[in-house]
C-alpha cells in the first residue's frame, strides 16, 4: 500500500528561550493555516500535539463551529481544511495513530531551525516520499523548537529552512508552509521556460 505524508504540531515537550523544556498554548492561526496548507498539498492528517485536556477542548470548540457550526456554512471550504485535522496527546500517540490505520511502515522527521549534524536533505527526503515505500511523520515545533528528546526519537532530523541573511526565526506557519512546498509540491523548476 502506498505510504502517506503526516505532519505533527507539537506543543509539547518544546523549548522556550531559555532552553527549557515548556508546553505552549494553541494558536487560532496555526490552526487554521495549518489545516489550510495540509489540505493543499495533499497531506493525510495534520496532528495537533498537545497533553493539556483545556487546550485539546479548545482545538474541539473551533473544529465543531467550522465543521458543524455556523462556519460550516458560512465558509464550507475551511470545514474541508478541518477535516484532517485531529488532536493527540503525544507524538507517540499520533505515531500510534498511524500505525494502527496504515500497512506501510513510520518513518518520523523531526524539523528544526538549528543545524544539526546528520541531517537530511530536502531533496534526500522528497526521494522517499516519492517513492511511497513508508508512512512519514514530520514534526513541527511550537515554542523555540521541539525538545531534543523529541529530536532523539526519530529517524530522521530535516536540514533547516534558510534565507540569505543571519536571521533564522520564522513562525512555525511559514516553515510548514515551506517545507511541505519543498517535500511535496510542483517541481516548478522542471517546466520548460515560457516566452512571456
Request: net charge negative.
Amino acid at each position: 500500500m502506498p505510504g502517506k505524508l503526516y505532519i505533527a504540531l507539537v506543543h509539547y515537550p518544546v523549548y522556550n528561550k531559555n532552553s527549557q523544556e515548556i508546553s505552549t498554548s494553541v494558536t487560532n492561526l496555526d490552526l487554521h493555516d495549518i489545516a489550510r496548507m495540509a489540505a493543499t498539498y495533499g497531506v493525510e492528517r495534520y496532528f495537533v500535539v498537545h497533553p493539556l485536556e483545556a487546550q485539546q477542548r479548545l482545538v474541539g470548540e473551533v473544529l465543531q463551529y467550522w465543521r458543524e457550526g455556523f462556519g460550516s456554512q458560512y465558509n464550507p471550504y475551511r470545514g474541508q481544511a478541518f477535516d484532517r485535522l485531529q488532536v493527540v496527546a503525544s507524538v507517540e500517540e499520533a505515531a500510534r495513530v498511524i500505525e494502527e490505520s496504515e500497512e506501510a511502515p513510520l518513518v518520523s522527521v523531526s524539523t528544526t531551525a538549528r543545524r544539526c549534524e546528520g541531517s537530511v536533505s530536502f531533496t534526500r527526503v522528497r526521494e522517499m516520499v516519492e517513492r511511497k515505500e513508508h508512512n512519514f511523520l514530520l514534526l513541527f515545533g511550537t515554542g523555540w523548537g521541539l525538545a531534543q528528546s523529541v529530536i532523539d526519537r526519530t529517524d530522521y532530523v530535516l536540514e533547516p529552512v534558510e534565507g540569505n541573511g543571519d536571521y533564522n526565526h520564522l513562525s512555525v506557519r511559514s516553515a510548514v508552509a515551506i517545507v511541505l512546498d519543498r517535500l511535496l509540491g510542483k517541481k516548478w523548476w522542471l517546466a520548460p521556460l515560457s516566452s512571456g
